[in-house]
């Protein structure tokens, strides 16, 4: 297992230099270095000698990827692609546009991340798990379609109409909850309460559907019937059997998304005010600061990569057939 | 709340309250006291409830359960407000931004400062003891005469005398050992391993403010690290200023870009000296008598060299420890939590020394209760809290119940807060009133616009054609429209580049632009369509064709944005264009490509603004002054107009105090813009602000940046307002809940029943 660990990762090289890459020539695309320190710099009384001044500092006056100017080796090492890209690989992520150093953000930024991703993730799955067993339990009843149906009409919503409609409900009119904000150690709880409701109410409905699906296919299966026709209890079958034998598809959406709850959510970060990576990553690319961006990206690829890696490792745990080579 | 303390004291005697489905399918709450059935100990789960219990009756001390403080600040005097964008810069010299000078300008004491009632707006002395006046001399350097000819002053001499005994706040920079050497120098990485926060530095220290501090931070404006965004303006007046910037590069650059400490002591700047312990002197190059509104900003404010020696520490910026995230200053607070991701906290510095509150005001201000606190001791407010609100909904909700002190009025939420009177004026609506809550409103010391670039072949140069086309534009643009569509009335058309409060703008008739408008029954009526079209067939482009090739007229306007928000005023654009046949093409870009187009020239039409640095027509002027050109120059004359005898007129106006005279060449300016109309006017937008009624001294000042320290708060009203309108609503809840339990029920049964019967076969 070690072996096929190591070979994985040697995988992972290419990938995080493609995805580096990339992200690199789709930034500089649209931005350039002028722009980068005209953004930081401000809009008055900025002088083209302060944007070169601003440039020079932060490495963006070298070529992007091939400088013409240098010779040999120096051609690719003395661009800003290799000098921006290579100290990534040891995780140093250098400073912000503003001067922050990545890094201590990052580490700062994380644990409001996981405070709402963590309990989103096990009390969703937990949740979702309940009603797709409870809708598969009562199959073919008005349960049963009735789950269906308000799973449809709730996978059809946008994340955002939650947010706001959260926020508006629970409080604006009913005041059970801090509307946005967020605060350290215990007093976090009060202001994770609507974010971690509206994140598990967002996904019920795909994800109800979805191990419902999974359930329905299991409960077709011949030892399913053996199970009922030695006189089980439909309850017996149902959550000891069935829900044994689905784990590994419902294992192949879990353990890949564990290692990506550190990158915290977007919107919901940014509407509820949680400090978090999600918030983060936006605020950069409204900032148009590359070193964030590029940092982000290439975190987000290092953790879906492991991701991965678990998911296939989890495979043999639940199912000894499976072997890695 | 009472429910939940209830519940609270049940958990704390091991009395259990267990909602679920029971073995009997039934829907029951039991309540069962050292019964054991169910638990006789808390398990996980119970620490987990009571845990939650705990956090989020956190807050709810108040008899609130949304409050976002904790309890023990229910009536704490505290301000209350957010801050949309996080500051990138609190070093005063490079700190530049509104959002930033929010808290810069409440720490550090530039030598001025703005009267916080009178207007116009006014400066007086700060940290200083007077009002600096300078001296002038010549080429070589001999004092001259007051009242001397312009023509013989080469340098103007401001000596600014401090006062002495101000103290800066209690900061780690000033600690002493024993030995009375710095506490906190020479930190080793191991020194720094438990450091986080500046707050980790368990001992602090203060002194007194000196001059040097002043002059050190002068100084700092030529850093090459620092880019300070003034320092190309502040070259050209104060002497030697540009070739000190050299000279650190040349120490700087030696040391590969090294941003270690670089003690500016050591570095005399020619046009900047300490006199003595509290006074030092500026010499700038000719006359800038608008260098003392400079000395009202945190750009010329005092820092402590100990300060730099401290934050330059190897290992501090990896900590985010800097002068740029932790001011070090003698003003009335000092930031204590500065995390700009979540929350930044000022408290009051007990080391100021106390400053009166203003006796004298404006017309209507002891009226309007503005007085009341004349001649007390501030500042008012031991503490206040700005927290990262990025979204507008919960910023205008929170404001709603009480949580935050004061708030903007965004486009969404106008109609809830603002009516407006068949006259256009504006006032709360009953909702607003109701809760006591306080407009104040005031057009600010600003211009958007729409300007021609002056350098282009079809709508710039200065030929008639060209300058009637421009004149039809500019009535054909109805800015009234604008203003009442877009901005909610909230906004004055312009006449001029001058808006008002600043000296040279002029009410009524005597301050119309006759080509765009006239002064009929009182009132400024926008001259009529027809004028317009008359105009355009002067220009040769009768119905919008140029008469010799018969091709239609199309202007393309550059615009940062192009989202859908913008659609609707891009539509009305063309709209108003079309009024006299012009085909208006709209470019929307980023912001980045558009300046990149200003800066070369090509662009034909373009939407700008600009806010005052200063309450001075020189600061509006500047920006149609020939040299000052944005093409070629990177100056701020975005038009690229260039008018001889206005940039004589700007070069005489400049340097005048302000009076008859200065008026006379200021009208002179304007009607020549009028005139030529390198831009279409625009307009200057009026300021809409909400605090609540517990929020005392609210006037607002545009110009100043020191303004928290003349509010004063209520916090037992606001406690009491905040529990009044924050009163929990649980029915819904607990009605959710039982229709979804007892829609469960009839399925239990069928299920039950099913399995029953499947039993009997």
Same mark, same amino acid.
């Given at each position: 297992m070690l072996a096929y660990i190591v070979r994985r990762i040697l995988y992972a090289l290419p990938i995080l230099i493609g995805v580096n890459l990339l992200t690199f020539w789709l930034f500089f695309i649209v931005n350039s270095p002028d722009e980068m320190a005209r953004m930081q710099l401000g809009q008055k009384r900025v002088t083209p000698e302060a944007i070169e001044k601003w440039k020079q500092e932060r490495g963006y006056d070298k070529a992007l990827f091939y400088n013409t100017q240098a010779e040999g080796g120096a051609a690719f090492t003395n661009t800003i692609f290799f000098e921006k890209s290579v100290r990534l690989f040891v995780f140093d992520f250098g400073s912000a546009d503003d001067g922050r150093d990545i890094g201590y953000d990052i580490r700062q930024r994380m644990m409001p991340s996981l405070a709402l991703a963590i309990p989103v993730f096990t009390v969703g799955l937990l949740v979702y798990i309940t009603f797709a067993l409870i809708i598969a339990f009562f199959r073919a009843t008005y349960v049963d379609y009735l789950g269906v149906v308000l799973a449809v009409a709730l996978m059809s919503i946008s994340t955002l109409f939650y947010i706001i409609g959260g926020q508006f409900v629970v409080s604006k009119l009913l005041h059970l909850v801090p509307i946005s904000g967020y605060d350290g150690g215990l007093a976090a709880i009060k202001f994770l309460v609507l974010p971690v409701l509206v994140g598990i109410i967002g996904g019920v409905g795909a994800s109800t559907r979805f191990y419902r699906t999974i359930f329905l296919e299991e409960m077709s299966k011949d030892y399913v019937r053996t199970a009922r026709a030695k006189g089980m209890a439909e309850r017996v079958v149902l959550f000891k059997h069935v829900l044994k034998n689905a784990m590994i598809p419902i294992l192949t959406g879990v353990v890949i998304a564990i290692p990506l709850l550190f990158m915290g959510s977007l919107i919901t970060e940014s509407f509820f005010g949680i400090p978090g990576l999600g918030s983060y990553t936006i605020d950069a690319i409204r900032a148009q600061d590359f070193g964030i961006v590029r940092s982000m990206v290439f975190l987000g690829s290092v953790l879906y990569i492991l991701g991965l890696l678990l998911t296939d490792l989890s495979y043999t745990l639940v199912d000894p057939r499976v072997r890695l080579s | 709340m009472t429910a939940l303390l209830q519940i609270l004291q049940v958990l704390n005697d091991r009395n259990w309250v267990t909602l679920g489905l029971m073995r009997k399918q039934e829907l029951w709450v039991t309540r069962q006291r050292d019964s054991g059935e169910i638990c006789n100990k808390p398990g996980i789960f119970s620490y987990s409830l009571l845990l939650l219990m705990v956090a989020l009756l956190d807050g709810c001390g108040d008899g609130t359960w949304n409050s976002p403080y904790p309890a023990n600040e229910k009536t704490s005097n505290t301000y209350y407000s957010a801050f949309e964008i996080r500051p990138k810069h609190l070093d005063p010299a490079q700190s530049y931004s509104s959002n930033e000078v929010v808290f810069t300008g409440q720490i550090y004491e530039p030598p001025l400062q703005y009267h916080y009632l009178k207007r116009p707006y006014t400066l007086e002395p700060l940290a200083a003891t007077q009002m600096p006046v300078p001296y002038f001399e010549d080429r070589d350097g001999r004092r001259l005469p007051t009242g001397v000819s312009r023509e013989k002053i080469a340098f103007s001499v401001y000596d600014i005398h401090i006062k002495p005994g101000i103290r800066y706040q209690p900061h780690p920079a000033f600690a002493k050992k024993s030995d009375g050497s710095p506490r906190y120098l020479g930190l080793t990485a191991e020194d720094l391993e438990d450091i986080n926060t500046l707050a980790d530095f368990t001992e602090t220290g203060s002194r007194e403010l000196l001059a040097e501090d002043y002059v050190y931070q002068i100084k700092r404006l030529a850093h090459p690290h620092l880019h300070s965004p003034i320092f190309g303006l502040m070259a050209e007046y104060i002497v030697g200023l540009r070739a000190y910037s050299k000279q650190l590069r040349s120490v700087v650059e030696p040391q590969g870009g090294q941003q270690g400490f670089l003690d500016l002591r050591k570095y005399p700047l020619a046009g900047v000296e300490v006199l003595d312990r509290y006074t030092y002197r500026v010499k700038l190059i000719g006359e800038y008598p608008q260098f003392v509104y400079w000395l009202a900003m945190p750009f010329f404010g005092p820092i402590p060299v100990e300060a730099d020696a401290f934050y330059s520490q190897p290992g501090m910026k990896k900590k985010n420890i800097t002068l740029d995230w932790y001011p070090v200053g003698t003003g009335p607070y000092m930031l204590t939590v500065n995390n700009p991701n979540r929350q930044m906290v000022m408290e009051r510095n007990p080391n100021f020394r106390g400053e009166p509150y203003p006796s004298e005001g404006d017309v209507g201000d002891r009226e309007n209760g503005l007085l009341a606190d004349a001649g007390r001791t501030m500042p008012f407010i031991d503490r206040m809290v700005f927290s990262l609100e990025k979204e507008t909904i919960p910023t205008w909700n929170k404001f709603l119940q009480g949580y935050y002190d004061a708030s903007g009025i965004g486009s969404d939420s106008f109609d809830q807060a603002i009516q407006l009177s068949g006259q256009g004026e504006a006032a709360l609506t009953d909702t607003m009133r109701e809760r006591g809550i306080k407009l104040v409103t005031s057009v600010a010391a600003s211009t958007y616009y729409m300007g021609f670039n002056m350098r282009d072949l079809v709508v710039g140069g200065d030929s008639e054609r060209a300058r009637k086309l421009r004149r039809a534009i500019s009535i054909a643009v109805d800015y009234e429209e604008y203003i009442s569509i877009f901005l909610n009335d909230r906004g004055v058309p312009a006449q001029g580049p001058i808006p008002p409060g600043i000296f040279g703008y002029q009410r009524g008739e005597a301050g119309v632009n006759p080509y765009v408008y006239q002064w009929k029954n009182d009132e400024l009526q926008r001259r009529p369509i027809s004028e317009a079209k008359q105009l355009m067939v002067e220009a040769g482009y009768p119905s919008g064709r140029d008469a010799k090739s018969g091709k239609p007229l199309i202007v393309h306007l550059d615009t940062p944005g192009g989202g859908p928000d913008d659609k609707a005023r891009f539509d009305w654009l063309r709209k108003q264009f079309a009024k006299i046949d012009i085909q208006l093409d709209v470019r929307a870009t980023d912001y980045n490509r558009f300046q990149e187009k200003m800066i070369k020239g090509t662009a034909q039409l373009f939407q700008w603004g600009w806010n005052a640095d200063y309450p001075d027509p020189e600061n509006f002027l500047f920006l149609l002054? #020939?040299? @000052? &050109? +944005? &093409? #070629? +120059? @990177? #100056?701020?004359n975005a038009a690229n107009y260039q008018n001889s005898e206005f940039d004589r007129l700007f070069g005489e106006m400049k340097s005048m105090p302000n009076g008859p005279e200065r008026l006379a060449i200021i009208q002179r300016m304007l009607e020549i813009t009028q005139r030529d109309a390198p831009w279409i006017w625009g307009l200057h937008p009026k300021r809409f602000s909400l605090f609540h009624g517990w929020v005392h001294n609210v006037k607002q000042n545009d110009m100043a940046n020191n303004t928290l320290k003349y509010k004063r708060i209520d916090p037992l009203q606001r406690a009491k307002r905040r529990v009044e309108w924050n009163q929990p609503v649980l029915w819904p809840v607990v009605l959710t809940l039982v229709i979804f339990f007892a829609a469960m029920i009839p399925a239990i049964s069928t299920y039950r029943r099913k399995q029953r019967a499947k039993g009997t076969t």
């Open positions: - | 002054y #020939g040299p @000052n &050109a +944005k &093409a #070629g +120059k @990177n #100056g701020e």
